[in-house]
């Protein structure tokens, strides 16, 4: 319509031509439409809008019903005209039929009873005394009722009865009109604070049931709010229905629950466009449970408001009875009682509740809550509140009486719950089909109206039990069922005469059981294979609770009124009635006049002018205690951090005082507002920062917590530093406990992670467990990075002394003497001034390392077994592994299944013997061990052998073998031993090819001489000297290169590293033998073992002088530099790292010649090496058959020699061959090209350059 009025506008001559001032009174005067008849376009449409017809008409004549020919005039009379006896009556006379109002009337009955969905009302007396039994229509024919919606019975509760009697004899049953005439009065007041408390909205406003608000609301909504677009579930109540239809904005209906179907229509419109989301909470006819938490990310994601009909839940969830929107944060809510949570908490996104008090409170009406600017719109705009007669007083204090007593209680409703779960699991054992759903409603399915209809009439005659049935149009067709809602009166002995009467009904009635509906494919959860299982809402914890868990606020609570509820207030408080209510309100208890929510404090009368701000600055103190003192006694005993503990504790403390301070200024009587805070000034300072600390409390850790704490400590303001200085001292003496305790035993006593050490639990070695915090560093305590080390040190090695080494003598007396200073001498480390402490730490430090690198190189034998690894793991002692090849040839020639124990000890042995670890003491030679690797490694016994040098001592394991060494030990042996395997094999090969040349080859020569038949040619003669020498010469270019690789990695890599990385890092000066303890004695006797018997007096117990009041050891002179734990094992990792780092052996470095890396050039030689030893070895047997043959040959008689002349050709050949392969395909093809690159990408490496002129 309104875009046909901006086209008129620009197309019309006679609209554009006139204002729309004149338009406007034309209209008035009902002189438009003369104009429009003369329209060539309007005055037609209007001419054919007055002639048209229905397709069947039934147009009625009469006479003209007044004089006046003007019938737009306006509804008038005069005086006379009420009394004229000439006013003309309707004419009867014509002829024509009127319409048929009682066909149409009878028609549709007929139809509802044709479809067996016509309701009949039973004549149901529910007697108050005898709940939930009800009478009949004669007074003796008693029923058990299992469907009312007084679903927690207070319609019968004492309290309510009695509130509902008192106000009646006082203010009789009317309600005395609307709101705005005479139905506004002090239970409308009271009973609006109620609903808006227990939904912790701003307001509320009450109506005169649930279905007039719901129409009244949103029809509102819709026909004030320009295109707002609702969105409603397809199973909302018909009143939600109504006033969406009544609101006449436009609307989508999405699938019940289907959050996916919601957010795609809520997706279709921009977000500025108003939209409005109608749900409920709990849906009375299936029982189901809206996602009210999802539903509202979805309004806040498109910008929409929510509606939430809480009718079938207010009373019955929640620790309070608000409804399922409260049930969500339970725990929440019911530790808060009164008092409203966190903004985001479920209820508090909800924007508009409407609920009844119809149902679970027993009476009769309807109510709407949310914030006070939506509920004053409502109530000033509409009609379904203006113009409707209010609420009897009577039934408004029952309502009140009905809140206030659930609110207190959680008994009614866990009851209700107990006896619905009883009731579905008695139905579920012998097959009944209860519609599946969290909430009270049992919903029985049946299937047909009519079967519904015998069902609820069968269990009424028969049984005397009172179920509704539900037909269309409350549930679909072919959905039909009877609906049983229990309560806290179905206790199970009532619950089970229901079980056996419904079970007889379906029997007699043949009706579906859950089999039957499980074949037929299921309906509405009942039966289906894909419905997923239910969980009730109320959780067995939740059920478990008390009474006496609840909130004491709850009970009896005086609630201001609501604003919108209330008007201006005529008497206004001063100083005189404001101050006898200070002393409560100042320690946070709640009064008449001042009452406690989170965030604030709410008045309920108004103030004087001029004491805003002054209310305001003394509640403040107010609200701050309350607050912390709350959160002491919730946390009293439960904070697991020490540091926070002490605040706490401090915290209690000053709370105490502050209390007495309260009550001292009140006992002296004060005169005024301004006296109390004046007196009040230092406090509330003293409170700002000690909230402060406690909102830094909870979101920093507990070392953070003290650093924030010294921070405030060093502030600016005198009463800010003083304060928070007191709650240092305190908090402090925890963290020198987390530090006497590290010092002395090693003991790590912080469980909360708030020292800068740590134990990871997981881990396996001492330097992965003992973790080192730089972020936690107590630098602000006015220690250094440097102290702080030695600290961890100190613990650290404390530890390794303790558990690993068991020093337990030694640790002792270091204990009792260092604790005799900190504990006795002193009153522990927080009562040290900064130097003493530095100097403690430091001697502590001092004494730690030198006994700890005393006992390392001496009692543990460190060096030595340093050594011993370079000599046994990296072959640093050539002659023992020689023997091992030379002893072992034959052995590891077998295949490595034939390899036993017994065979490896004895090599072992012999080995050892005949070699210089012959020399080494027997229990360094006790720790070498032969065995064989997996074998997957290879099939034979030089694939598969391997040494091990046994560490076996914890202290050792730990010291060198930190990050798995003995693994890469066992690489870089397995590596170094296949070198000189290949070279022990090159050079035996040497040797059998001399004794080839002597033995063999030098017959050649004397049979040229001595026999005619058998001289072989100077040609072939000539070709085997070449062959051996050509042998001789591919195995020179071999064996060079073996010797260089194993030059290199002994001399240049390893033992270099030995010299740079341990002996250097180990001793002072340059090592002329064994880690010493020196003196100034002679040269002779200062070369004296680490702790000698002879210096064992040197660690009695000496007076420092640097340190006078405590007693320590004197230090043992060592000519090793004195490491840590960390620094002992970072240099047996820098050592090894830099020999398996090397580029010639490093995997991941690549020549930059050949982009290959060099380690698998290495391994291709190697191969090179194998396949030339087996045909070397295969030539030279070979050439030992060919002498016999030859020799064999003369020996017998012409023909047979004749013979024999094929087998030294066949002979030839195989040499031949043999010869091609090992200079044609290895020497020249594979080995010197391959030789070529290896050496350019040496050449090309500046670290290895040299070796390439040794290869």
């Given at each position: ?448 109206a009519a079967d519904a209809k015998k069902a609820s009439d069968l269990l009424l005659n028969k049984h005397n039990i009172y179920v509704q049935a539900i037909n269309f149009p409350t549930v679909p067709i072919g959905q039909e069922r009877l609906r049983i809602t229990p309560t806290p009166g179905h206790v199970p002995e009532i619950a089970n005469e229901l079980i056996g009467a419904v079970d007889s009904v379906f029997n007699e009635l043949n009706l579906k059981r859950v089999p039957a509906w499980e074949r037929e494919g299921g309906l509405c959860g009942v039966g289906e294979s894909n419905a997923q299982p239910v969980k ?606 090397c580029k010639l052996i490093n995997e991941n470095y690549k020549g930059k010649i050949s982009r290959e890396p060099l380690i698998d050039q290495i391994f291709s030689f190697m191969e090179i090496l194998f396949a030339f030893i087996k045909s070397s070895e295969e030539f030279s047997s070979s050439v030992v058959s060919y002498v016999n043959l030859l020799d064999l040959s003369t020996s017998v008689d012409t023909n047979a020699g004749i013979a024999f002349e094929g087998d030294l050709e066949h002979l030839h050949v195989r040499l031949a061959d043999l010869m091609k392969v090992m200079y044609n395909d290895l020497f020249k ?27």
């Open positions: 319509m309104e875009s046909l009025t901006k086209a008129s506008m620009k197309v019309c001559p006679f609209v554009k031509s006139r204002s729309t001032h004149a338009l406007r009174q034309m209209s008035e005067a009902s002189t438009l439409s003369k104009h429009a008849r003369a329209c060539p376009f309007v005055g037609a449409a209007m001419a054919a809008r007055e002639y048209s017809q229905s397709s069947k008409p039934a147009a009625a004549s009469s006479a003209p019903a007044g004089s006046s020919s003007r019938v737009s005039a306006g509804y008038s009379f005069s005086g006379s005209d009420l009394v004229s006896n000439t006013m003309e009556i309707v004419d009867r006379s014509s002829q024509e039929k009127a319409f048929d109002y009682d066909g149409f009337l009878g028609s549709e009955i007929t139809k509802k009873r044709t479809d067996k969905s016509y309701r009949y009302f039973n004549n149901i007396n529910r007697l108050a005394e005898e709940f939930p039994k009800a009478h009949l229509g004669s007074e003796g024919e008693r029923v058990t009722v299992w469907c009312a919606n007084d679903y927690l019975g207070m319609g019968t509760n004492e309290k309510t009865i009695q509130a509902m009697k008192e106000t009646l004899d006082k203010y009789g049953a009317g309600a005395g009109g609307t709101r705005n005439i005479a139905g506004h009065n002090r239970h409308a007041i009271a009973l609006e604070a109620e609903l808006s408390t227990l939904h912790k909205h701003e307001a509320a406003l009450v109506f005169s049931s649930c279905f007039v608000a719901n129409d009244a609301v949103l029809s509102l909504l819709g026909q004030k709010m320009k295109d707002l677009v609702i969105f409603s579930d397809e199973l909302n109540h018909a009143s939600m229905i109504q006033g969406i239809r009544n609101s006449r904005a436009r609307k989508e209906v999405f699938k019940h629950n289907n959050l996916k179907d919601l957010e795609e229509r809520l997706a279709k419109y921009p977000r500025n466009t108003p939209k409005l989301i109608a749900f409920e909470s709990v849906y009375s006819m299936c029982g189901s449970i809206a996602p009210i938490e999802e539903i509202c990310d979805l309004a806040d994601k498109y910008g929409a408001l929510t509606f939430l009909d809480e009718v079938h839940a207010v009373g019955m969830y929640g620790p309070h009875g608000a409804g399922v929107a409260e049930h969500l944060n339970f725990e929440e809510h019911l530790q808060s009682g009164l008092n409203r949570i966190r903004p985001d908490s479920v209820m508090n996104r909800i924007d508009m509740v409407t609920g009844t008090l119809g149902k679970a409170y027993g009476v009769v009406g309807g109510y709407v809550t949310g914030k006070q600017s939506m509920i004053d719109w409502i109530r000033s705009f509409a009609p379904g509140f203006i113009f409707t007669t209010s609420l009897p007083p009577a039934v408004m204090a029952g309502a009140s009486a009905s809140i206030r007593h659930q609110r207190s209680t959680l008994m009614d409703r866990i009851a209700q719950q107990k006896n619905t779960r009883y009731v579905k699991n008695n139905f579920g054992n012998i097959g009944i089909p209860v519609i599946p759903n969290p909430s009270h409603i049992v919903p029985v399915l049946v299937g047909n009730h809402i109320w959780t067995d914890e939740q059920l478990s609770l008390q009474d006496g868990d609840l909130n004491p606020n709850v009970v009896n609570p005086v609630i201001a009124p609501n604003a919108v509820s209330s008007g201006p207030f005529d008497d206004v408080l001063d100083d005189e009635a404001i101050l006898p209510f200070l002393p409560k309100t100042l320690v946070g208890l709640d009064t008449q006049l001042f009452t406690f929510t989170d965030t604030y404090i709410s008045i309920s009368s108004p103030l004087a002018r001029g004491l805003f701000q002054l209310i305001n600055d003394l509640c403040e103190p107010a609200i701050l205690y309350r607050r912390l003192h709350g959160s002491v006694e919730k946390l009293r005993g439960k904070n697991p951090s020490p540091i926070k503990a002490a605040f706490m504790q401090v915290l209690g403390s000053k709370l105490t005082s502050y209390a007495s301070d309260v009550s001292s200024i009140f006992h002296k009587n004060p005169r005024s507002l301004l006296h109390v805070y004046h007196e009040l000034q230092n406090v509330i300072i003293e409170l700002r920062t000690l909230a402060h600390l406690h909102q830094q409390m909870e979101v920093l850790d507990g070392f953070q917590f003290l650093e924030e704490t010294f921070k405030l400590a060093s502030f600016g303001d005198y009463l800010v530093r003083s304060s928070a200085s007191v709650v240092y001292d305190e908090l402090k003496k925890p963290y020198f406990q987390y530090m006497e305790h590290w010092i002395l035993r090693g003991e790590l006593v912080d469980s909360c992670n708030e020292f800068f050490v740590s134990f990871d639990a997981s881990a396996d070695h001492i330097n992965e467990i003992v973790k080192f915090h730089r972020e936690r560093l107590p630098l602000f305590m006015d220690f250094s990075e440097e102290d702080c080390n030695n600290i961890f040190q100190i613990g650290k090695t404390l530890i390794f002394l303790d558990k690993f080494c068991k020093e337990l003598e030694w640790l002792s007396a270091y204990v009792k003497h260092y604790s005799a200073y900190i504990f006795n001498e002193n009153s522990g480390l927080i009562t040290l001034d900064r130097n003493s402490l530095k100097t403690l730490f430091q001697v502590q430090f001092g004494e730690l390392i030198n006994y700890l690198n005393s006992i390392a190189y001496h009692k543990y034998d460190l060096f030595e077994h340093l050594s011993n690894l370079k000599k046994i793991m990296l072959i640093g002692s050539s002659d023992f592994v020689e023997s091992i090849n030379e002893r072992g040839l034959q052995m590891f020639n077998e295949p490595a299944s034939s390899l036993t124990s017994g065979k490896l000890a004895g090599l072992l042995s012999s080995a050892i013997d005949t070699s210089s670890i012959s020399m080494l003491p027997q229990r360094f030679q006790s720790r070498i061990d032969a065995r064989i690797l997996d074998l997957s490694h290879g099939s034979i016994g030089w694939d598969v052998f391997t040494l091990e040098y046994k560490l076996m001592d914890p202290p050792l394991e730990l010291l060198l073998n930190d990050k798995s060494q003995s693994t890469h030990y066992l690489r870089l042996f397995n590596f170094l031993w296949s070198l000189r395997h290949f070279q022990f094999l090159l050079n035996k090969n040497y040797v059998d090819y001399v004794r080839l040349q002597k033995d063999h080859i030098s017959k050649l020569r004397v049979k040229n001489k001595s026999s005619t038949r058998t001289r072989i040619s100077k040609v072939r003669q000539g070709w085997f000297s070449k062959c051996l020498r050509t042998t001789n010469l591919i195995r020179f270019r071999l064996s060079k290169l073996v010797s260089a690789l194993l030059n290199f990695l002994s001399y240049d890599l390893i033992e270099q590293n030995f010299q740079e990385k341990i002996v250097k890092s180990a001793f002072k000066g340059t090592l002329t033998a064994s880690p010493q303890f020196t003196s100034s004695e002679s040269r002779k006797d200062r070369k004296l073992p680490i702790l000698d018997k002879a210096f064992a007096d040197a660690f009695a117990y000496q007076t420092s002088p640097s340190f006078p009041k405590i007693k320590r050891v004197s230090l043992a002179k060592l000519n090793v530099m004195e490491h840590t734990i960390d620094e002992l094992t970072a240099m047996h990792s820098k050592y090894l790292k830099g020999i398996y780092d093809n594979s080995f010197e090209p391959r030789l070529d690159i290896f050496t350019k990408d040496l050449r090309a490496d500046l670290d290895l350059k040299d070796l390439s002129k040794m290869v």
